[in-house]
């Protein structure tokens, strides 16, 4: 049983290096709605990668949220300690084991009728034969086969505060990636059961992120009704792009606080942060919650350019 009880709202970074300006723009949103709706706040470190992510890189991070100004209810999560609680709820799942390799699943998604970034189901419906002969070859390759949830609908609705309703597609995701035997760990779950179950533990009833994870959110919604838990209101913003339209990153130059901070204080951080926002002469998180209208943030993309306020 979980002893969150209280409405709440969450950022979930994952740990693989700092943070750039968009990620820190969708943080502080997350905050945003949390603090203005009444709801706690979590921070959660979403570490189950175990080849990407760093104790140190999580800690980097959190201190830079801290030094925004942005405060989080405790404790903060670790998922590598939530290993148990995604076992329990795999196995009270229909699920399935997939033998395919990545370059099985991109052959049979480029065939025709296959619908693009959906799995096409080609473990599903194995007779147990089958499913034995593939596990004896993926042994014998030293390998574990990945499990799949087993879907029974195409698709969920959800709802979004900008979008409204929205459906999507829902298919066969994975819930615990398969790997070798010899390296088999707690890392080897998957995004899409960690988030679920760790928001179904917390209570978050509201998740604010990137608008490009939409398409996800129907399936995600899915495995938490079929789980029991409260699926959240998602509430998905606009992204940070950089000259070339695409999705802020590092090869867009000094992105980072610690990098703007070489030459700017954490108030012109902020500032601007605010500024992308909507909101002029604004230096502090408190003041912006002050003046936060969830209605007035544009739904348009916010290009990034580095004089962009006064010299940065």
């Not at 979590?42 to 080849?51: G, K, T």
Request: glycine letters at 8%; hydrophobic letters at 35%.
């Amino acid at each position: 049983m979980s002893d969150f009880q209280a409405p709440a709202g969450r950022y979930a970074p994952s740990p693989s290096g700092d943070l750039h300006f968009g990620n820190l723009r969708t943080a502080v949103l997350a905050w945003l709605f949390s603090r203005h709706t009444g709801r706690n706040f979590y921070l959660r470190v979403e570490d189950i990668d175990s080849e990407r992510s760093s104790a140190e890189s999580a800690q980097r991070q959190i201190e830079d949220l801290q030094m925004l100004g942005l405060d989080f209810d405790q404790p903060v999560m670790y998922q590598h300690d939530r290993g148990d609680a995604y076992a329990d709820a795999l196995s009270r799942l229909d699920t399935y084991e997939c033998y395919c390799t990545r370059r099985d699943i991109r052959e049979a998604a480029s065939a025709p009728h296959a619908q693009p970034g959906m799995y096409p189901g080609t473990c599903r419906d194995l007779s147990e034969e089958q499913r034995a002969f593939r596990r004896s070859e993926l042994h014998a390759e030293g390998r574990l086969p990945a499990i799949r949830l087993r879907a029974h609908v195409k698709e969920w609705t959800v709802r979004d505060f900008y979008q409204g309703e929205y459906t999507g597609p829902v298919d066969d995701v994975i819930l615990k990636r398969g790997g070798r035997i010899d390296q088999a760990q707690a890392g080897d779950w998957a995004y899409n059961l960690a988030v679920v179950v760790d928001d179904g533990y917390q209570g978050v009833d509201q998740v604010v992120r990137g608008d490009d994870l939409l398409f996800s959110a129907p399936a995600q919604a899915y495995l938490a009704d079929r789980l029991g838990l409260t699926v959240p209101v998602y509430i998905h913003v606009p992204l940070v792009v950089g000259p070339e339209g695409r999705r802020l990153a590092k090869r867009d130059g000094a992105v980072t606080l610690r990098e703007m901070l070489a030459g700017k204080s954490v108030e012109d951080v902020v500032s601007q942060i605010a500024e992308s926002l909507g909101y002029v002469g604004v230096s502090s998180v408190q003041e912006l919650l002050e003046e936060f209208d969830p209605a007035q943030l544009s739904r348009e993309p916010w290009l990034w350019t580095p004089q962009q306020p006064e010299g940065f």
